[in-house]
Each structure stands twice: as structure tokens, then as C-alpha cells.
């Protein structure tokens, strides 16, 4: 008589999805997991999250000012348009190409947001469709290049980088500029939420969250599939409110250093980057054009095989790129209340490339989430503030933004060596 051992009964402990029928992990199994993948290499935005929580603590023990409301107020409107621009990168960087004239496309759009309103009296709104819109034909016209002509991003990129900055100055002439006056543009910056308004956004947020990661949680639970133990679940909406929370009560205190005058309120860039942040993650982990995203930025040949139209998608993410850039383009006019013809060049790219490395985004492609440009932008926004306190020199301000740049591409280098070894990720 042939006995049939108990892995071979369940029919599934030889198969790769055996992972799918385990539905009773314990939350002690789920971080001995997250160990594991680790120690793997599949860190993702970890070192920059312990990066960003050992800079507040250097900054905030050399000069008190730095954990003020009002500092962190000003920290949060200066890193709006570098997460903006990091997450319009990461849709890129996930296919292995890069922009470099995403930068100088957000000031031309700006450009012509600010010309429209100006020259032609057109209201905020139609004058900012008008901008993303110039963005995202920038977008196509890269995207075209690269996909159908076969051109390296790089050089694509490159050449659009010194085009366009040609094309801002024949806009605005060499040495001028163009102010942006309107209130609701320069509003986002400027201008800060009421309290009211401020606690209602962040208790929808966090009420939100909760709802949709319990619903993903009983959904998975009703059909059988392998899901994280509802510890992990409940620390996750935890940790969510307390940011959310946190953020929003600071925020609310007055910080303003007049007696006379009081200013409350959440910045109105943050709900801003916020609903882009939602946006962007939705497209990526919650669509079919999302995981053709990571599938061509995995693997090219084979998404192409699997009947991924891989030229469309290369065309849509310079697209997209390039609109993201129009919009941060347009909230750093907001934050300098005008537009000229070095808007976007200079540094702009070179701290929203690092952004998106910084946060965990594989330069090598098909590795990289949303979230990575915020945590990265933060970062970067967070190292030029603390120093700004400091009084140092511009140049530490350089090298201490390239070190962190070179240890994070580092990092992303070894642990996709280690991934490769050890088969995780």
C-alpha cells in the first residue's frame, strides 16, 4: 500500500503558491517575515525613514528652532515641489530610464501658467490646465522619441534639458521674470487651512485608511487568501493616524513669533501633495496599468511577449512625468511668487533624482513606490532646512545632499546584489 505523506495531501506545499492558502500567521511570523526580507536586501523606504528620524534629532538637539511649528510649517511647503516632481520621476525610474529635463519642463510650465494669467487674463484654473497641459505635450514628444526612435532617455532628456530652458527664456526674455499674483496660486504655499477644516481632512484620512485596509483584511480572510495577521493590519492604521494626527495638531498650534498675529492652520501644499501621493499609489499597486508599469520596468521582453504594448506604456510614463513636473513647476512659482528663466534648472532635478533614491526607488528599474518621493523629499527638504539653522555654508549643504544621495545608491546597489543571492524581491 502507498502512504501519502501530508505535503503531498495538501497539494499545494510543492507549488509557489502554497504562501496562499497559509491564512493563520501570527503578527510574530509576519515581522520574523519582514526580518527575513530584510536581511534579503528588500529594505524599501527603511534607511530613509531611520535617516529622517536621526536628522530630526541632530537638528533639533543643535538648534531648538528646528522642531517649532513654524519651522516644520516652512519645512512642509519647501519640500512640496520636490515630492511632487520625485513622484512624477518614479514613474520613470521604474522602467530603467531617467528624466533630466523633467526640472526645466516644470518651468516652462510654469511659464505658461503665469503668461496666461497675466498676458490673457485667463482665471487660475484654466491658466493651470494650460501648464500641465504644455507638460504633459513635452511628456509625449520625449516619450515618443525614446519609445519609437529607440534614443537613450538620457540623451533624449538631455537635449530637452538645455532646449527648454531656451524655450523659458525666449518667453520671458533673459533677466526677467513674471510675477504670479493670484491669490488662489500663491494661496498654496502661502495660505493655510482653517482648524476646522484641517481636523475634518485629517479624520477622513485616517477614518479612510482604516476602512480600506480592514476591508482588503476581511476580503482576503472571506475568500481564503494569505493575508497579514490583523495585528500587523491595526499597527499599520495606528501608526498612519498617529503621523496624521500628529502632523495636523502641530500644524494647528500658533506659531506665529508676533504676539499680534496668529497663524493656525495645515499648509495648503500638503492636502495638495497628499491627494497626488493617494493618486499616484492607486495607479501603481490598484491598476492594470500600474503592474504594466513593473512588469516592462521588470522585464521588458517578457512584458512584450505577455502582450504588453511596452511602447505605450514607456510614452505614458514621460507623460506623466512631465505633468507631475508641470505641477510642482507650478507650486514652486507659488512658494517664490514668481517664474523666471532659471525656473526648474539648477539643482531642481538633481534633488528630486535623489528624492526618489533616497526613499528606496531601484535606479535599475522596476523597483519603487509613491511614497519613496515623499519620504525622500523630506529628507532632502529636511537637510537644507536644519542646516539653513545652522548657518553653514552653502557648499556643506552640497556635500552633505551628495553623501546622502551616494550612500542611498549605494544601499540600493548592494541590496539588489543581495536580492539576486538570496532570491527575495
Known amino acids: 500500500m502507498t502512504t501519502v505523506s501530508s505535503k503531498s495531501h495538501t ?13 493563520d500567521e501570527t503578527f510574530l511570523d509576519a515581522a520574523r517575515g519582514y526580518a527575513r526580507r530584510v536581511r534579503g536586501g ?27 511649528a513654524l519651522n516644520l510649517a516652512n519645512l512642509i511647503t519647501q519640500a512640496g515641489s520636490i515630492c511632487v516632481l520625485a513622484m512624477g520621476l518614479i514613474f520613470v525610474l521604474l522602467l530603467g530610464d531617467i528624466d533630466l529635463s523633467a526640472g526645466v519642463a516644470g518651468g516652462v510650465s510654469a511659464c505658461a501658467m503665469a503668461l496666461t494669467i497675466v498676458n490673457d487674463g485667463w482665471p487660475w484654473w484654466a491658466a493651470v490646465v494650460a501648464g500641465v497641459a504644455a507638460g504633459a505635450l513635452i511628456g509625449a514628444t520625449i516619450g515618443v522619441l525614446r519609445a519609437k526612435l529607440g534614443i537613450p532617455s538620457f540623451v533624449v532628456t538631455l537635449a530637452f ?86 502632523v495636523t495638531y502641530l500644524m494647528n498650534v500658533n506659531r506665529s513669533v508676533n504676539p499680534r498675529v496668529e497663524i493656525r492652520g495645515v ?23 500600474g503592474r504594466h508599469i513593473y512588469a516592462v520596468g521588470g522585464n521588458a521582453e517578457a512584458a512584450r511577449r505577455a502582450g504588453i504594448n511596452v511602447d505605450r506604456i514607456r510614452i505614458s510614463v514621460f507623460v506623466v512625468c512631465s505633468s507631475l513636473a508641470a505641477l510642482s513647476g507650478i507650486i514652486a512659482a507659488s512658494y517664490g511668487g514668481k517664474v523666471s528663466a532659471s525656473s526648474g534648472a539648477g539643482n531642481t532635478l538633481l534633488y528630486a533624482v535623489g528624492a526618489a533614491v533616497i526613499g ?32 553653514q555654508s552653502s557648499y556643506i549643504n552640497f556635500l552633505v545632499t551628495g553623501g546622502v544621495l551616494l550612500l542611498a545608491a549605494s544601499v540600493d546597489a548592494i541590496s539588489r546584489r543581495r536580492r539576486s543571492v538570496t532570491g527575495v524581491g
Not at 179 to 185: F, N, S, T
Not at 201 to 228: S, T
Request: charged share 15%.
Open 11 to 23: 497539494g499545494l506545499a510543492e507549488t509557489d503558491f502554497a504562501a496562499d492558502a497559509r491564512t
Open 360 to 391: 528606496g526607488t531601484s535606479l535599475f528599474g522596476g523597483k519603487g513606490r509613491a511614497v519613496d518621493a515623499v519620504v525622500g523629499g523630506v529628507v532632502v527638504a529636511t537637510i537644507a532646512n536644519g542646516l539653513g539653522l545652522l548657518n
Open 267 to 289: 499648509p495648503y501644499v500638503l492636502p495638495l501633495v497628499a491627494v497626488l501621493l493617494i493618486a499616484c499609489t492607486f495607479i501603481l499597486t490598484r491598476t492594470a496599468y
Open 42 to 68: 528588500d529594505m524599501g523606504s527603511l534607511p530613509a525613514v531611520l535617516g529622517l528620524v536621526v536628522l530630526f534629532v541632530v537638528f533639533g538637539m543643535a538648534n531648538e528652532r528646528f522642531t517649532s
Open 161 to 246: 534639458f538645455l532646449g527648454l530652458q531656451g524655450v523659458t527664456l525666449k518667453l520671458i526674455g533673459e533677466g526677467g521674470s513674471v510675477r504670479v499674483d493670484d491669490k488662489v496660486i500663491r494661496g498654496i504655499t502661502i495660505s493655510n487651512m482653517s482648524v476646522v477644516a484641517g481636523w475634518v481632512c485629517a479624520a477622513l484620512i485616517v477614518v479612510g485608511f482604516a476602512g480600506l485596509e480592514l476591508y482588503r483584511y476581511r476580503r482576503k480572510v472571506a475568500l481564503g487568501l494569505h493575508h497579514a495577521p490583523f495585528g500587523v493590519v491595526a499597527a499599520r492604521i495606528a501608526a498612519v493616524a498617529v503621523v496624521i494626527v500628529g
